[in-house]
């Protein structure tokens, strides 16, 4: 009984440590830093601090404006791309000539940097001589140019960006699974009168649960962690209407954008 015991124990050691090594450690070491001032690599040497930061996060507005800033973009982005994803992936896995030239079209932006991406919609998004301002007045839907990147419409404009970005992934996901329901299935629910909504009510949508799971999954993950195209279009403003979690840094002094990223940007503005 020992022996069978100390044999599962062996076998699970090695995960066990990789477990300790590479996840709890990890979390246990930056929880450490809750009770410290630190400011980073190179800075100081940490200062026990108590309960100051904790006692800060509920001091501080900014920070419940981020918290609030962050469920608005993520959850928008995951209420657009998912029936966006759905609903691209019903009309491009039927076999008709181009839709595999229009699935590879859409699933290119996923593939791009998140600070390529966020420079292209800065350029269109510009209020001076962006594409969208001048397609806008050209057409004569608006008068003057839309500051798509103010206070009013920064938020939108991030969802706009995420949508964009994300939107080819989820779908070739949506297709995989729709590729693997039963053409038998479909048929016999063609056969008993059931329509094209009553079909994907009943049989397509129950069917796709397993890859749902993973697409909701991923969108949520990656709604809150985004923060590349938010500092390279906004920078978390203006005025903290676009600060998320991730780029929060109130207790810190105002980080920049990476050098590499504001050099590439430079450049780009200097060409218009």
Known sequence: MIYDNLRTYSL??????LFLAFSAYPVIWTLK?????????????PKFVGLENILRVFRDDI???????????????????????????????????GNGLLQGIIFVPTIMSAAVMGLVFYLLFNVYNGQINQYLLHMGIVTRPVNWLGKEHAMQT????AVWGGVGNYMVYFIAG?????????????????????????????MLGPILKIILMLSITSAFSDMSSIMVLTEGGPT????????????????????????????????Q
């Open 12 to 17: 699970l050691l090695p995960n066990l440590i």
């Open 33 to 45: 830093y809750v009770f410290y001032r630190y400011g980073g690599y190179g800075s100081s040497v």
């Open 63 to 97: 920070y419940w404006k981020a918290v609030k800033n962050t469920f608005v973009y993520a959850g928008a982005k995951i209420l657009f791309i998912i029936p966006l994803a759905f609903l691209l992936a019903l009309f491009l896995n039927r076999p008709a000539k």
């Open 158 to 161: 991030l969802i706009i960006t």
């Open 178 to 206: 729709l590729q693997q329901i039963s053409e038998e299935a479909l048929e016999s629910a063609r056969i008993d009168g059931a329509n094209r909504i009553q079909t994907m009510w009943y049989i397509t949508i129950p």
């Open 240 to 271: 903290n209407e676009t600060m998320v979690m991730v780029s929060f840094s109130r207790c810190l002094p105002a980080v920049p954008l990476h050098r590499s990223m504001v050099m590439v940007r430079q450049s780009v503005l200097s060409l």
